[in-house]
């Protein structure tokens, strides 16, 4: 069993470097495989989901050269088989992306359906929708999406909610579709501008990603490229909430400030202290925090991958604090966990009513998903007291050397595997 052991009462003080976005460079390998020349990702990070996909392309027939930790030579060319085997769908939901990469590349593809999770129900109904729309033939038997196109053409596709992997994975098939593909509600984040930049990289016609309108005019063949994926927004994140909630001062090094905003305003708010420079951000936590209320939405809005973080820190605030989650319907289950270390939250359905408290105390505590995890993370360095975490395995699923970056920054966590 994996553990981290944490002694809190620290504040965080120090620099930290940011690594390559996890959610671009999931999209970024998928698109890799729609090529036969090589293609060089840099920036890559180093950790287990992006190493599960990478597994998964391999497995499939695509030859992966690990240059180092962050860099990686992808060749398509060698693909044997379209279907993608079930192992990796339930260890990487983003192994959806296969069915649009594959189908824009071969008009086939196989890929085992995602089952729920942690945080929700997950469906992909507006993914198919966008392939159908294209000419795919979709069917859905003994527990597997079968997709496959005689020929694969533009379309015109409205999504009825904003979804990161619908948007994806459509704009990666509609690359290699013959006419003019228009998604409208397309998702804004900035890991679909960095998909859409790498793919444009490789020879592609994106226009308009980054708004809620995303025109693709279909090329017949995409070509290698060297690309290097943009800084994780939630890593960067969350380390500002670590320097809030510790009372820390911590510089934040290898980020775009533009993509951090809506975290900015929230701890603006709170009281904190955050200063902008071109690549980094440095923040100031402030002995004293305000309460504020938050809602998440799509970008630019407040991120759902920080809820638990930000959730953390309000605790940390004095007043009352209400929370919103307006993504996923299942996202507060570490609130018991929370609770166990001290944490004052009632949780009605999707909001959640936090009355600030002056400190955590130290608990044995389980983590229920990633970034639940990097948030308890952060509740245990405050804490009075030791924390022993168990099922940290999901937090390496996202966040690279977390107990080696916390460690430089003066946290008291160690790693303990028996
Ligand atoms: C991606 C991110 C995840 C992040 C989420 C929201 C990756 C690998 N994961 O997940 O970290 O939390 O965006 O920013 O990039 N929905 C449907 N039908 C669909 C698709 C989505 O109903 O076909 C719903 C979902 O249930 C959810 C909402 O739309 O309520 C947004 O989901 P979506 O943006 O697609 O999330 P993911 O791409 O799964």
Redesign the pocket.
Known sequence: MEQYIIEGGTPLKGEVTISGAK?AA?GIIAGAIMTDEDVLIENIPNVNDINVMLEAISEIGAEVDRIDAHTVRINGGSIKTLDVKDEYMRRI??SYYFIGALLGRYHNACVPLPGGCEI????????IKGFRAMGAKIDISGGSLYAKAESLNGAHIYFD??????TINVMLAATLAPGKTIIENA?R?P?IVDVANFLNSMGANIKGAGTDIIRIKGVNKLHGTEYSIIPDQIEAGTFMCMAAATRGDILIKNVIPKHLESITAKLLEMGNEVMEFDDEVRVIGAASQRHTDIKTL?YPGF???MQPQITVALSLAEGISVVTES??ENRFKYVDELIRMGASIRVEGNVAVICGIKTFTGAAISVPDLRAGAALVTAALQAKGRSALEGIGFIKRGYEDFDKKIASLGGKITYISD
């Open positions: 959610n999931l939901r983003a929700g129900a997950r469906p992909i109904d507006q993914h909610m904003v979804t990161v992997g619908a998702a984040e890991h799509p991120p759902t991958d993504i996923f």
